[in-house]
């Protein structure tokens, strides 16, 4: 069974930068696909950026060139690099994983880790 948990979020200000962790078990690591999603109050859960098992990377438009997500095979882990944070970054921030893309941006799986909590103020 999958076990992913999250960490790394903070209280930052504006135009500050932070970087989260998620740390990967019980999975073969490097053949999978990862995400990193958001929950901030009130909304839906929604994906923030993907990273193959290649290292192909992909964004959602709201966070397209401050984000960044990479991936440590060897220690089987995945890093969300956020700068230029904006209040409206404000969320739970979850990892996930998946065979396939598709399943990462259907992002309908059956558990989720406890996420990290990223406040920013203005």
């Known amino acids: 069974q999958v076990q992913l948990v999250e960490s790394g979020g903070d209280l930052v200000q504006a135009g500050g930068s932070l970087t989260l962790s998620c740390a990967v078990s019980?999975?073969?690591?490097?053949?999978?696909?990862m995400g990193w999603y958001r929950q901030a109050p009130g909304k839906q859960r929604e994906l923030v950026a993907t990273?193959?098992?290649?290292?192909?990377?992909n964004y959602a438009d709201s966070v397209k060139g401050r984000f960044t997500i990479s991936r440590d095979n060897a220690n089987k882990r995945i890093d969300l690099h956020m700068n230029s944070l904006k209040p409206e970054d404000t969320a739970v921030y979850y990892c996930?994983?998946?065979?396939?893309?598709?399943?990462?941006?259907?992002?309908?799986?059956?558990?989720w880790g406890q996420g990290t909590q990223v406040t920013v103020s203005s």
């Open positions: 996930n994983t998946a065979s396939s893309v598709l399943s990462l941006m259907r992002a309908d799986f059956g558990s």
């Open positions: 019980g999975i073969i690591f490097s053949i999978n696909h």
């Open positions: 990273i193959t098992s290649r290292g192909s990377t």
